[in-house]
């Protein structure tokens, strides 16, 4: 199993910035495509932005030019970028690893609370 471990998150201000960290096992990110998903109350859970393989990174609309996914292969770690945060960006943000439409495994997830 594709051992997934998020931290970063926390409260902050609109207009703030936080980062999200996610670390794995090493090779991970030459086997699966990576991804951040986030979940709000009441709400589906919902793709964020993703990076392939090759290093192509796509984003939901709602974020893009806001936030930028990376990812660190000597550390293991993926990363989510997060500026100009706006209270609606509140929720549980999880990364994944994910191959042809299946995800491999999931992590547990990290609150970002955003105040207004």
């Known amino acids: 199993q594709v051992l997934l471990v998020e931290s970063g998150g926390g409260l902050v201000q609109a207009g703030g910035s936080l980062r999200l960290s996610c670390t794995t096992s090493r090779g991970i990110f030459s086997l699966y495509n990576m991804a951040w998903y986030r979940q709000a109350p009441g709400k589906p859970r919902e793709l964020v932005a993703s990076?392939?393989?090759?290093?192509?990174?796509s984003y939901a609309a709602s974020v893009k030019g806001r936030f930028t996914i990376s990812r660190d292969r000597a550390k293991n770690t993926m990363y989510l970028q997060m500026n100009s945060l706006k209270p609606e960006d509140t929720a549980v943000y999880y990364c994944t690893a994910f191959m042809w439409g299946m995800h491999a495994s999931w992590g547990q997830g990290t609150q970002v609370t955003v105040a207004s």
């Open positions: 990076i392939q393989r090759d290093g192509d990174q």
